[in-house]
């Protein structure tokens, strides 16, 4: 009996601990099952999350690049804003000259503004041969580019642009200028005797004659010898002063004068053959620094 309920009690026993063991699992089971739901829950937040992290990286990257096209654009805008500012000093500066520039410049000096202009031009198409100066009306041909060394022969190229200017003088408005054309030297004196016997005795003849070269070639191109007047300065009216080498070349030149016509309307010289001129009878062109064969004294001169 006694061992009838031990093994009662045992089977009690084991039942009782199944019956805990059963509760503990179903408990388990329970929070697993709580932890699973909640683990879902956690991933499709976590989903969403990447989800919305990706639209944000997104965002950013489209930022980013609208913010380099921005800065493009900016530093677009800057350069044209630079670009305008200069513009504008430059007008600023060109405006500020003209509120100082004598009225002479601004279209009531000697020569019409059509005529200067036209004569502006041709300037800058020859800078090595022309310089024009609007306050005074006047055309000047630099010595050096217009003539041969102790020469008043006048170049090719110098031929050229009196033809030139030769057109813009018998047409308009120019027809109605007087021309004086004033020959200048510079301060050496002429002792090449290969100069000396082409007729130019010292600065006066030269200057004089190459005056008259310069009329010469306008009359050539059919310029009225009535609107035409001569003078030679020799070296007494330098442009710049000095005896460097600079000064001297800029003193060599021919100016030609417009002014306003006191003779009556101006006519072109008409007929085939060019109005006659008397010039300096002169032998083949020689360099007025070569000796020939003769010792000169100073080394430097013409």
Request: hydrophobic share 40%.
């Amino acid at each position: 009996m006694a061992t009838r309920f031990l093994v009662v009690l045992g089977v009690l026993a084991l039942l009782a601990g199944g019956c805990v063991s059963q509760d503990k699992y179903n408990a388990l089971k329970l929070d697993r099952d709580q932890l699973a739901e909640q683990f879902g829950v956690a991933q499709k937040d976590a989903q969403a999350a990447r989800a919305e992290l990706e639209a944000y990286k997104q965002q950013m990257a489209a930022l980013l690049a609208n913010a380099g096209s921005a800065q493009d654009m900016i530093a677009n805008q800057a350069a044209q804003l630079a670009a305008k500012t200069g513009e504008l000093a430059r007008l600023q500066a060109e405006y500020d000259a003209l509120r100082k520039t004598p009225p002479v410049m601004l279209g009531t000096g000697p020569v019409d503004i059509a005529t200067s202009g036209e004569l502006e031009q041709l300037a800058r198409q020859y800078p090595d041969l022309l310089e024009y100066d609007a306050a005074r009306g006047m055309l000047k041909f630099k010595g050096d580019v217009t003539f041969a060394v102790g020469s008043a022969e006048l170049t090719p190229r110098a031929k050229e642009v009196i033809g030139r200017f030769a057109r813009i003088i018998n047409s308009g408005a120019a027809s109605g200028y007087d021309l004086l054309v004033v020959g200048h030297t510079d301060d050496q004196r002429v002792v090449n005797p290969a100069t000396i016997a082409k007729g130019h005795k010292d600065n006066w003849y030269l200057s004089a004659h190459r005056a008259i070269a310069v009329a010469g070639e306008m009359f050539a191109q059919q310029v009225s010898q009535k609107r035409v007047g001569v003078m030679g300065y020799a070296d007494q009216r330098p442009a710049v002063a000095g005896t460097s080498e600079s000064a001297r070349q800029q003193n060599r030149r021919v100016e030609v004068m417009l002014v306003k016509s006191s003779f009556g309307p101006a006519r072109v010289a008409t007929g085939s053959t060019p109005a006659p001129v008397t010039p300096v009878r002169q032998p083949k062109p020689v360099n007025k620094d070569t000796t020939s064969g003769v010792d000169r004294t100073p080394i430097i001169n013409k």
